[in-house]
């Protein structure tokens, strides 16, 4: 008799979490395929950051105030950061620009050929990879790594 209800229990929770589980493989398919929009691809991932944030603010035991002020502070930042970049990304340009030239100055003409040939596919892949990686009105950062040259 124990061993049966156990057994029904076990089937009643597979069955339930096999529900939870097609119905969030159906809303991935759904967000990511379906509708085709980066904000709703991104989605998750905000979701994801946020549920981080509001763990964060539960540790430290934030009360609503206090989360808000946070909040208010963490939007300050990002915007002064996005100032910031838009501020310093001629500069970083010119200096790449500059490197470049530098680089092909010391080539000869075959060398220049595949190394302005491998540019180009590097520029495209960052371009690829910036507007594949961008989250709500977050800028991307073109220059970031060691790969700018």
Request: proline fraction near 4%; hydrophobic fraction near 30%.
């Amino acid at each position: 008799m124990i061993a049966r209800s156990i057994k029904a229990k076990v089937l009643v929770f597979a069955i339930f979490f096999m529900g939870i589980a097609s119905g969030v493989l159906i809303a991935n398919f759904y967000t990511t395929r379906v509708t085709g929009s980066p904000d709703a691809a991104n989605a998750p991932d905000r979701q994801g950051a946020q549920r981080d944030i509001n763990k964060f603010y539960d540790y430290l035991g934030l009360d609503q105030a206090q989360r808000e002020q946070m909040h208010k502070i963490g939007e300050e930042t990002r915007h002064q950061y996005q100032d910031l970049r838009k501020e310093t990304q001629p500069r970083f340009q010119s200096i790449q620009e500059e490197s470049r030239a530098k680089i092909r100055a010391v080539l000869n003409n075959e060398q220049r050929r595949k190394y302005d040939e491998f540019r180009k596919k590097m520029d495209l892949r960052r371009q690829n990879r910036n507007r594949d990686s961008k989250k709500g009105d977050r800028e991307p950062n073109p220059e970031r790594g060691p790969r700018s040259n």
